[in-house]
């Protein structure tokens, strides 16, 4: 009896024994946020500037797509697993839809980079809402594959991450460009960065901005040859000098003023079948850079007596202030005089 008490003690233990073995929980490895900096006390002046601006700001720069390690164990045998930076697949920038980069190693133009590129371009964007906060910066960003055309920046909105080159669109590098030429890189990444938080190519379909582009629209009854919209590639010509009438009754070969008054700032000329207006990109684009470019007291002296461009330009105040961008407003003066 007394056998079989020990047995049966000696059976329940291994039993539970094997449950807990069995029961015992295996980490998970859930993934944490790789793309937060972490405190390093011996951190060298570019990843303690990194740390730095993310303490004071949320913005987050990462300068290697290879963004951390740790330690996991798979089956009791360790091995280090490495976090890395993959690109989307949906890429936005100057109309391209793929991109590649090289990346920098040289730490202290990096440096240089990041200080200057968080001065000038995190103020504009910082107290919006902008959806970026990440930025890789590369030696050269190009568009679809290497030694093809250098990008100033590329959105990888796929990780909400903007990739940044270090060498501007002649393919100068960061550290050759004088002052002047370092802030036109910036304007660059500033301007297209604001084009982007509203759609980019897409900025047509904005919700904001359908106000902005009705005044043109709605502004006269445009003739069904017009293809049903102002913004569409234009009058169809039946010679180089046609008599064709605008509906305001003006000539289709009058240019004073022309774009004026339909609430462009630019027309795209004629050509031998078409007289060829804007699309609704570069008239978007137009009025941003007016907006960078001038104070209010300027753009009010330039065009104050052109009652569609001033309903456009207030518009889009409106539009741009609605998603806090005030400090764009002349900012490309602001910075041309610093």
Not at 37 to 48: G, H, I, K, M, S
Not at 93 to 104: D, E, I, P, Q, V
Not at 251 to 256: A, S, V
Request: proline share 3%.
């Amino acid at each position: 009896m007394i056998k079989n008490i020990l047995f049966g003690l000696l059976l329940a233990c291994s039993l539970f024994m094997a449950c807990s073995d069995d029961d015992a929980p295996s980490p998970s490895y859930a993934e944490r946020d790789w793309w937060t900096p972490v405190y390093d006390p011996n951190a060298d002046e570019l990843d303690q500037l990194i740390y730095d601006i993310y303490e004071e700001s949320g913005i987050r720069f990462f300068y290697n797509d290879t963004l951390g390690s740790e330690i996991r164990y798979d089956g009791g045998e360790p091995y280090t697993y490495y976090a890395t930076y993959r690109m989307g697949y949906s890429f936005t920038s100057a109309g391209t839809t793929s991109a590649t980069y090289y990346l920098s190693y040289d730490r202290e133009v990096l440096k240089d980079f990041i200080d200057y590129y968080f001065l000038i371009v995190d103020p504009v964007l910082n107290s919006t809402d902008f959806s970026y906060k990440r930025f890789f910066i590369v030696d050269t960003v190009f568009k679809a594959k290497a030694n093809a055309e250098v990008l100033s920046y590329w959105n990888d909105v796929a990780n909400s991450t903007v990739v940044v080159s270090m060498t501007d669109v002649t393919k100068q590098h960061f550290n050759t460009l004088t002052e002047e030429m370092r802030k036109q890189l910036m304007f660059a990444v500033l301007f297209n960065q604001v084009y982007d938080l509203f759609g980019g190519a897409q900025a047509k379909n904005h919700e904001d901005l359908q106000a902005f582009f009705d005044v043109s629209r709605n502004c006269v009854e445009w003739p069904v040859e017009f293809k049903g919209t102002p913004y569409y590639k234009g009058f169809k010509l039946t010679s180089t000098n046609p008599e064709h009438l605008f509906p305001d009754g003006s000539k289709i070969t009058d240019y004073d003023n022309l774009p004026f008054r339909y609430g462009w700032l630019t027309v795209r000329g004629v050509s031998a079948t078409y007289y060829n207006i804007i699309d609704e990109n570069t008239d978007f684009k137009d009025y941003l850079m007016l907006i960078f470019e001038n104070t209010d007291d300027e753009i009010r002296a330039m065009y104050g007596h052109q009652e569609l461009v001033m309903e456009k330009y207030e518009i889009l105040v409106d539009v741009l202030k609605k998603h806090g961008l005030e400090k764009f407003f002349a900012y490309g003066k602001k910075l041309a005089e610093d």
